[in-house]
DNA sequence: GTGAAAGCGCTAACAA
DNA sequence: TTGTTAGCGCTTTCAC
C-alpha cells in the first residue's frame, strides 16, 4: 500500500526498528525481550516493553512467519459446521488453543468433493502448526497427504494411525444403550443411523450400527434389517429414517438412534404419526444435546467439549515437541435416563412419567 | 527448523526458485503466472503450471504475506461458539469466504474480559484482510480501535456505524410474533428475554425488549414488570426465567421468548410444572431454530445461514475496492405457526392440535 | 547481555 | 512478455 492509498487517519505500525530506536537497543533485543527469551536484561526488558506499548507494536504475523517458520496457527478441520457435536468439540477445543496464544483456522469439509480437495491439495499447507481434525477416519493414503505437512496432527472421534486421538468408548456407550432397553423388556430394537450418501465417511456411524449389532446379538436378540435403517445424519435425516422404518409390516418398541439429533427426528415422526413415546414406542438418543431435556429424551451421554480440549492440548504438546504424538485417550460415557423409555406396553414393571414436546 | 531435526521422510518444499528452474523462466513470471495475472504468454503459463504441480509447489502464505501485505484471509468473530444461532451465521460466511478464495480465522470473545481484549488488543491485527463481526454492537470507542486494523469490517445482526451491516427487521418480527398472540385472543402476555449477566453487550436483546413492549402498548395492553424477565440467553436461561415468572401472583397466557433456545427452555419448565402448551399458556419464540419443528413450536423464522452469506459477500465486495463499505441489508422474517400458540383457555376460538414434547 | 548481518520466500517496480 | 532488483519485517546465528 502506498502513501497515497491510504485512508487521512491511517498510518503504517510501528516496525521493530521504531521500538529498538525508541528503546536505544537493537531489533534483536527488542525481539527477543518481547518474546520473553532469556538473556535480556530486566531493565531492558521493561524499557523495550514500554516502547512497544507505546508505539502500539504488534510484530508482524508474516514477517515472523518467514523468519520463524512458526504460525501461531492451528487448523480445526470438521466435516460440517452446522451439526451440534463439531461446535462443541470446536468450542471445547478453541478455548484451549487460544489460552496457549495460538489462533484457529477453521477449515470446513463441507462434501466429499471438499475433503477430496482438503487431502489433494493440503489448503492448509504452511499456515498451521498442528491440526486437530474431527471425526475424520483417515484413510492410509490421506494419512500420507497429512504426513506431507510436516506438522503434528491430533483426531477427535475418528480412527487414525499415527497421530493422536481422542475419542470415548463408543461400543460402551451402545451396549449401555442396548441393555437399557433390554432391561425394560423390549425384545424387538430398531436402529436408526445417519451415514447414507453424505460421501463424508466420518466416523462414526459405521462403527456404532456394528456394535450395535453385536449388542444385539449378545443379548440373545434378532433384529430384523428393515429395522435398521440409515438416511442423512441429523433431524430430517432421522425423521425420514423413521417413516421408512414405520412403514415395515410389524415394528420394533424400542429405536436406538445414533445421535440425539437422529433420536430428535425420530420423535418428530413419531409424534406425528400418532404414536405416544414411550407408550407405543421406547426411544433412546446418543450425545445428550442440550436439547435432550427439553424433549425428555433418554441418551448415552458423552463429554463434548472435553473431547476437543483434550485434543487441543494433545496437540499442542505435540507441537512443542514435548509429549507422544501416538498418544489415545477415552472419555466416558454415562447413561442419561429420562422419559421417552420406557417397558414395552404388553410389559408390567414400574411406568414413568411420559416425555412430552412441550 | 534445521535439517537434522526433519523427520526421515519429510523433505523441504519447493521454492518459487525451483519452480522458476524448471521451468526456464524467472521467479516473477512464475508468481504471475501462477496467480493468473495477465502478461503471461499462454505457454509460458502452461509450462510453470506443470513444473509446480510437479514439485508440489504451493506459495508461502508467510511470504507472499509479507511481500504485498495480504492475508487471504478473512476473520469471524462471535460472541460464543455455542448458540445455534452464530454457529449458522459461521457456516453462511464460511462458505462465501472460502469459495472466494479466503481463509477462515475464528474468533470467539467468549465473555466480557474477551471482548475487551479483542478490541483493546487487536489479535486480528494484520492476520486478516477483513472482519465479519457476529451480534456485536460495536461501542463508538470500539469502533475506532476497529479502524485502526485498517481493513473493512462488516457486520451481522449488530449495530455499528461506518460499516457494512446485514440483519433483518427484528422489530417487524417482533410485532409478527405480538400480534399474532393479540389476535388469539391473549391479552396478558409476557416476555422471556437473554441479556443479563453476559457482559457481552450483543446486539439483539435489548432491542427486541425496547420493540416488544412498543407492540404490547400499539396492541393498546399492558405487561407487567413482573412478566418481562430477563436471563442468560440460552435453554437454561429462558428455564430459569419461566420458573421466575411463574412465581408471580397472576401469570399470563402467552409468553413472548427472544429466541428459540429461550423458548425451549421455557417449555421444559412448563412441562415441569405441568402447564399444558398450548392449552394453558401458548409460546412463541424467535430464529425458526430446526428443533423448533421437533418441539411444535411456533415461531418467527430468519434467514440465518443467509446473513452470515451476504455480510461476507458485502466484505469481499469492501476488500476488493468495490462496493459501498456503509450498505446495510435487512432480510425478510416469517411467521411459522405450529402448535406452541392457541387462544388461551378462557376464549372460544379454533383449537389447534397441542404441542407435544418429546 | 547485546549487536551486526544474513537470510526467510515471495511480490512489485522498473527496465528491457 | 519477461527478467532484474529491491525490499516486505522479522528471527537467528555468530561475534563481541
Redesign the pocket.
Known amino acids: 500500500m ?1 502513501i497515497e492509498q491510504r485512508a487521512p487517519g491511517e498510518f ?1 505500525p510501528a ?3 521504531d521500538v529498538a530506536d525508541r528503546a ?6 527488542v ?2 525481550a ?2 520473553g527469551l ?4 530486566p ?2 526488558r521493561e524499557r523495550v516493553a514500554r516502547a512497544a506499548h507505546e508505539l502500539f ?1 504488534v ?2 504475523p508474516a ?2 512467519g ?3 517458520g512458526r504460525t501461531t496457527t492451528v487448523g480445526i478441520v470438521v466435516p460440517f459446521l452446522s451439526r451440534w457435536f463439531f461446535m462443541r468439540v470446536v468450542q471445547g477445543a478453541e478455548e484451549v488453543i487460544r489460552a496457549a496464544g495460538y489462533d484457529v483456522l477453521l477449515h470446513n469439509l463441507g462434501d466429499a468433493a471438499g475433503r477430496e480437495r482438503f487431502f489433494d491439495r493440503l489448503p492448509l499447507n504452511r499456515k498451521v502448526d498442528g491440526i486437530v481434525l474431527v471425526d475424520v477416519t483417515v484413510q492410509p493414503h490421506e494419512q500420507a497427504r497429512l504426513q506431507a505437512l510436516g506438522v503434528p496432527v491430533t483426531v477427535v472421534g475418528g480412527d487414525a494411525l499415527g497421530v493422536g486421538a481422542v475419542g470415548i468408548d463408543d461400543a460402551a456407550g451402545v451396549r449401555m444403550a442396548v441393555r437399557h432397553l433390554v432391561h425394560l423388556g423390549h425384545r424387538d430394537i430398531g436402529m436408526l443411523g445417519g451415514d447414507a450418501a453424505t460421501g463424508l465417511n466420518f466416523a462414526v456411524p459405521g462403527r456404532r450400527r456394528t456394535t450395535f449389532l453385536g449388542a444385539i446379538a449378545e443379548a440373545g436378540l434378532v433384529t430384523k434389517p428393515e429395522w435398521v435403517v440409515s438416511s442423512d445424519w441429523g433431524i430430517e435425516g432421522g425423521a425420514r429414517a423413521t417413516e421408512r422404518l414405520l412403514s415395515s409390516r410389524r415394528v420394533p418398541t424400542a429405536l436406538f438412534a445414533e445421535s440425539d439429533e437422529v433420536a430428535f427426528g425420530a420423535l418428530r415422526t413419531l409424534r406425528l404419526a400418532g404414536l405416544d413415546v414411550p407408550r407405543r414406542m421406547s426411544v433412546i438418543g446418543f450425545d445428550d444435546h442440550e436439547m435432550a431435556s427439553v424433549v425428555n429424551l433418554t441418551t448415552v451421554a458423552q463429554p463434548v467439549d472435553a473431547q476437543g480440549a483434550a485434543a487441543a492440548r494433545l496437540l499442542i504438546h505435540a507441537m512443542l515437541g514435548h509429549a507422544d504424538p501416538f498418544a489415545r485417550l477415552a472419555l466416558p460415557t454415562q447413561l442419561v435416563i429420562r422419559g421417552s423409555t420406557a417397558p414395552p406396553s404388553g410389559a408390567g414393571g414400574s411406568r414413568r412419567s411420559p416425555a412430552v414436546t412441550h
Do not use: D, E, K, M
Open positions: 502506498t503504517s516496525s521493530i526498528f536505544g537497543v537493537s531489533p534483536s533485543t525481539s527477543r518481547l518474546r532469556p538473556n535480556v536484561a531493565a531492558t507494536y510484530a508482524s514477517a515472523s518467514l523468519a520463524s
